[in-house]
Nanobody
Framework: QVQLVESGGGLVQAGDSLRLSCAAS????????MGWFRQAPGKEREFVAT???????SYKDSVKGRFTISRDNAKNTVYLQMNSLKPEDTAVYYC?????????????????WGQGTQVTVSS
């Protein structure tokens, strides 16, 4: 089993930055692909970014160039650096993990989920 705990969310203004962290326990993350999803009120959960054990990454088109996913396997932690935040980035952000190969963008492909952290961007 893998337990994931997100932190770093908050209330910011448009154009500001935030860094989300996801600390894992239970197993080492080095063999897992990690992802970040988000869910805004009244909307479905959507893919944001993912990173393989090899550090290959993939992003949702609307966050490319603004968000960066990274991992520190020694600390069993994954990060999501979010720059130039927009009001439409407002959502609960979830950290996820999967042992499936490849870059996964479907929520159903992920096995473990954190509780989520709220990000609110005011205009």
């Amino acid at each position: 089993q893998v337990q994931l705990v997100e932190s770093g969310g908050g209330l910011v203004q448009a154009g500001d930055s935030l860094r989300l962290s996801c600390a894992a326990s239970g197993r080492t993350l080095s063999s897992y692909a990690m992802g970040w999803f988000r869910q805004a009120p009244g909307k479905e959960r959507e893919f944001v970014a993912t990173i393989k054990w090899s550090s290959t990454t993939s992003y949702k088109d609307s966050v490319k160039g603004r968000f960066t996913i990274s991992r520190d396997n020694a600390k069993n932690t994954v990060y999501l650096q979010m720059n130039s935040l927009k009001p439409e980035d407002t959502a609960v952000y979830y950290c996820t993990a999967t042992v499936r190969p490849g870059l996964r963008v479907l929520a159903s492909d992920y096995d473990y989920w954190g509780q989520g952290t709220q990000v609110t961007v005011s205009s």
